[in-house]
Structure formats: C-alpha cells, structure tokens
C-alpha cells in the first residue's frame, strides 16, 4: 500500500502517478475516483482582496482668528439742540419834505399882431399919355391931287388924379406869449430808509457725553485646517467557504525536481518560505496554502489546480 501525504486538515488520498493525465479539477463533489489516484476534501476559504484605503480621520474645517476690537474712552460734544438761522424784518422810515407840485404846466400861445398902414396921398394916372394923329398941311399935300393926305403926330399928355391910399408900414405877424407854470406848496412822507430783512442766527446748544470709540476694530482671520488622512491597508474577502473534492499529488509523487519547481513559483510570487531546497517542509506548505487562500483554490494540499495556477509542470 502506498503511503499518504497528511496535510492538515485531514485528507482522503489515494495514490496517482503524475504521468497519467487526469483533470485538474472537478465542479463537483462526485467525481469519479480512478486507481493509483490521490484526492483530498479540502476547503476553499473566501478569497482575500487586499487594497489600500485612504481613510478621512479628520475632515478638513475652517478655522476662525478673532482679534478682539481695541477701544478707547473719550468725550464727545453732542448737539443738543441746532442752530437756526432766522429772520427779522426791519420796517422802513420815513421823514417829512416840503417841495412845489407843479399844477398847471407852462403853456405858450400865439397872437396875430395886426399890420399898420399909413394914409398918402397917391398920384393916379386915370389915363396915360398918348400919340395921336390929326390931319395937318404938309409939304406937297396941298396942290397935289394924287390922294395922298397928311397926318400931324400930336402927343396928347396924361391925365392925372390925386387920390388918399393906405400905405403898409408892418405887415401882420404872430407872436408866442408864455404863460408861466402855476406850483403849489405840498408836504408830504417819504422813505428815508427802506425796509430791511436781517438775519438772526442762533448757536447750537452742546454738550459732552463719555463715549467708547473703536480705535482697531475687530478682525477675523479665517485659515482651512487640511483633512487629517491615512492610508490603510484593508481586507475584503470574495466568495463563500465552501468544501470541495480535488485531486492532489500522491506522496510518492513528490519528486524533488517537482517540489523545487513548486518552491521557485510561490517564491517569484512574493511568498516566503527560506531557501528553495526542494523539501516539502512547514514553511513550504504554509507558503502554498496562503496562495491557495489568495486565489480561491482548495487550501491544504499539493492539488493539481494549484500546481496549473502556479504554472508548474
């Protein structure tokens, strides 16, 4: 009879040379068992998913500075009671004057002044003298009976009347008589000084009260407190437990070479376990079943599905 690999848990195995090809592994628990074959019930633990979490153990908050407001006692002059500005009216005065009113105007007027003749006697001539001619003798007109006659130029003188005549000596005329403006004596007021408006101003009335005045106000400074964080590496686990039937390697099938070849896979993945010495010891198996529990394989065992994960021929 062969001898079995106990590895905890406890297992069932039968033995089975690595040259026969059988399946690495079976969906169920009822897989059919061959002779020279090694199975294990092992189980198959939630499969752990580290990352790493940046965890908020503070947020981050406004932070407020107030510096209180420096002030300062003093005296203040208040205004109790306003100037004003009024007015008062100043009435006008008057005074007494004596003076001439004119009641009538100064006319002027124009008169005919008649004109003035003077009697004289006047020579008339009623009739100018004048030429005549009378029939006369004259040389040759006696004898002669050629019928010729002969006429004598008499000058018949002027007659003359004396006659009383109206002589003008000034002609008639005008002349503008002025006649002078009539005045009367009156008295009576007048202004001597207008009515004036003058200014009243009344002063404010004031008084001192204490006060309190800000010499530095108040200030308020604001500052943000950044988050406090940290980074933590966490666990989640996938999948349920379960207990599964998988095909294992026989103990007389450990060779060296396979267990070295194991021991050089978990190593390039980051499990320790010493020195690769091809001996399937404590460290080598705990190294194993942690990546059987990393990769949601049946952990306990040396099974064909871990080997083909690994990629260990």
Same mark, same amino acid.
């Given at each position: 009879m062969r001898s079995f690999l106990w590895l905890p848990p406890l297992f069932v195995a039968a033995s089975f040379s690595l040259a026969t090809p059988v399946a690495a592994q079976q969906p169920d628990q009822t897989a059919t068992i061959s002779a020279g074959q090694c199975w294990v019930n092992a189980p198959i633990k939630p499969r752990p998913i580290h990352e790493e979490v940046e965890v908020v153990l503070q947020e981050s908050s406004v932070r407020y500075a107030v510096t209180p407001a420096q002030l300062r006692e003093g005296v203040q002059q208040v205004v109790t009671r306003e100037g004003v500005k009024t007015y008062r009216v100043v009435p006008a005065t008057f005074k007494e004057v004596t003076e001439q009113v004119e009641v009538k105007p100064?006319?002027?007027?124009?008169?005919?002044?008649?004109?003035?003749?003077?009697?004289?006697?006047?020579?008339?001539?009623?009739?100018?003298?004048?030429?005549?001619?009378?029939?006369?003798?004259?040389?040759?007109?006696r004898y002669g009976n050629n019928g010729a006659m002969a006429f004598c130029a008499t000058e018949v003188p002027a007659r003359e009347e004396t006659v009383m005549v109206n002589v003008l000596v000034e002609p008639e005329t005008t002349r503008v008589i002025t006649e002078p403006a009539v005045y009367e004596t009156v008295t009576r007021w007048v202004i001597?000084?207008?009515?004036?408006?003058?200014?009243?101003?009344?002063?404010? *009335?004031?008084?001192?009260? #204490? @006060?309190?005045? &800000?010499? /530095?106000?108040? %200030?308020? =400074? *604001?500052?943000?407190?950044? #988050? @406090?964080?940290? &980074?933590? /590496?966490?666990? %989640?686990? =996938?999948?349920?437990?379960?207990?599964?039937?998988?095909?294992?390697?026989?103990?007389?099938?450990?060779?060296?070479?396979?267990?070295?070849?194991?021991?050089?896979?978990?190593?390039?993945?980051?499990?320790?376990?010493?020195?690769?010495?091809?001996?399937?010891?404590?460290?080598?198996v705990a190294a194993l079943s942690d990546y059987q529990a990393d990769n949601g394989l049946a952990i306990g065992a040396v099974t064909y599905e871990s080997l083909e994960s690994l990629g260990v021929r």
């Open positions: 100064e006319t002027q007027r124009s008169v005919v002044v008649p004109a003035v003749y003077e009697a004289r006697e006047a020579v008339l001539t009623v009739e100018a003298a004048k030429t005549v001619l009378e029939p006369c003798q004259a040389a040759g007109t001597d000084q207008p009515a004036r408006v003058v200014e009243v101003t009344t002063e404010p *009335q004031l008084a001192n009260v #204490a @006060v309190v005045e &800000t010499v /530095n106000p108040e %200030k308020v =400074e *604001q500052r943000t407190e950044p #988050a @406090v964080t940290r &980074t933590m /590496n966490i666990t %989640k686990y =996938e999948g349920e437990p379960q207990i599964v039937l998988r095909q294992a390697v026989c103990d007389s099938d450990l060779q060296p070479g396979l267990i070295s070849r194991l021991q050089a896979a978990l190593s390039s993945r980051g499990y320790s376990l010493g020195n690769i010495d091809s001996k399937l010891g404590q460290r080598t």
